[in-house]
């Protein structure tokens, strides 16, 4: 059974840093795009970074220059060191990954199950 397992959430005060991490478990034959999204109390859920499996990388304007996802494919591994955190960051961070289970089959998405990001002070 595939798992998407999140760590690094937490507690930050505003200017702080801290590095997410999506680790992709089970039987699988192939990863290619993963995604960082968030969603914040009363928002819908958004794009905040995706990163191919040749390591081509895309953020939303309001992370770019604070933000840098990153993968290690030999743990099967993506993560996003967020720097200079602000109160509008708050929210529930998802990774988020289309994988192949089997060769020759095609890619499906799967989830992780959210780790809560709160920057305040």
């Known amino acids: 059974q595939v798992q998407l397992l999140e760590s690094g959430g937490g507690l930050v005060q505003p200017g702080g840093s801290l590095r997410l991490s999506c680790t992709v478990s089970?039987?699988?034959?192939?990863?290619?795009?993963m995604d960082w999204h968030r969603q914040a109390p009363g928002k819908e859920r958004e794009l905040v970074a995706s990163?191919?499996?040749?390591?081509?990388?895309q953020y939303i304007g309001s992370v770019k220059g604070r933000f840098t996802i990153s993968r290690d494919n030999a743990k099967n591994t993506v993560y996003l060191e967020m720097n200079s955190l602000k109160p509008e960051d708050t929210a529930v961070y998802y990774c988020?990954?289309?994988?192949?289970?089997?060769?020759?089959?095609?890619?499906?998405?799967?989830w992780g199950q959210g780790t809560q990001v709160t920057v305040s002070s």
């Open positions: 988020n990954a289309d994988i192949m289970i089997r060769r020759y089959q095609s890619y499906s998405k799967y």
């Open positions: 089970g039987s699988i034959f192939s990863i290619n795009r």
């Open positions: 990163i191919t499996s040749v390591g081509i990388t």
